[in-house]
């Protein structure tokens, strides 16, 4: 079937906009996760979405960062006032329901420049 | 605070070799390892999930193994590929979070012709 699918796959925009960043997950699975991987920091957690439980924002590294999930479904990153420390590439993941703390199936990820 | 390290950093082989890629963390806390394959450019590909009363893991050429305790996972690659060549990722789950993966830095393989 269909995987975690993400959009746009490469995103270039100027210093001060906002972008937007579109996950698709595994149809069925609950539990979203975004992630940021960057040259200097590795790989590293953002924001968790399990249901209609309230999110874990824990990994945000600003309030410029704001994430949602309509329906349960799509998700979408949001970055206001975009920075150059912002440049990384975007990773979203999915697990099943019932399998608490099971695999984590990633999508392609989304390539943010900001220049 | 969990940290995850994976030595080495790099690696470069000839083909055909077996080859062992390491992964420690400091807290032995974990529901679970999971190891994870990235090509240059693409996502992350999931190799194999070890769960915390799990000592090891086999899919094809590759072996995961688990020593809690220790806070240590290897990653056994068998005869070894050109296509092997990846940057392998080791991520650990602790006990009673959300399930966010907490990773290493990564080893990238290359293999030899």
């Known amino acids: 079937g269909a995987g975690v699918s993400q959009s746009p796959s490469n995103k270039v925009t100027e210093k001060g906009k906002d972008v937007e960043l579109r996950c698709d997950p595994i149809?069925?699975?609950?539990?979203l996760y975004w992630y940021r991987q960057s040259l200097g920091q590795g790989l590293e957690f953002l924001i968790y979405f399990q249901g209609n439980s309230a999110p874990d924002k824990s990994g945000l590294p600003s309030d410029r960062f704001s994430a949602e999930r309509t329906g349960g479904s799509v998700s979408t990153l949001t970055i206001q006032r975009t920075q150059q420390e912002d440049s990384a590439v975007y990773l979203c993941?999915?697990?099943?329901?019932?399998?608490?703390?099971?695999?984590?199936?990633f999508g392609p990820g989304t390539r943010l420049t900001v220049l | 605070k969990q940290e995850v390290t994976q030595i080495p950093a790099a690696l470069s082989v000839p083909e055909g070799e077996n080859l062992v890629l390491n992964c420690s963390f400091t807290?032995?806390?974990?529901?679970?390892l999971q190891w994870f394959r990235q090509d240059p450019g693409k996502g992350l590909t999931s190799l194999l999930l070890?769960?915390?009363?799990?000592r090891e893991q086999t899919s094809g050429r590759l072996n995961a193994s688990l020593d809690k305790s220790s806070g240590r996972s290897t990653l056994y690659i068998a005869a070894s590929q050109p296509g092997d060549s990846a940057t392998y990722l080791c991520a650990v789950i602790r006990s009673g979070n959300t399930g966010k993966l907490i990773f290493g830095q990564g080893t990238t393989l290359q293999v030899k012709p």
């Open positions: 149809s069925g699975h609950t539990a």
């Open positions: 070890i769960q915390s009363s799990q």
């Open positions: 993941a999915s697990r099943p329901s019932g399998r608490n703390f099971g695999e984590q199936f």
């Open positions: 807290d032995s806390a974990i529901y679970n």
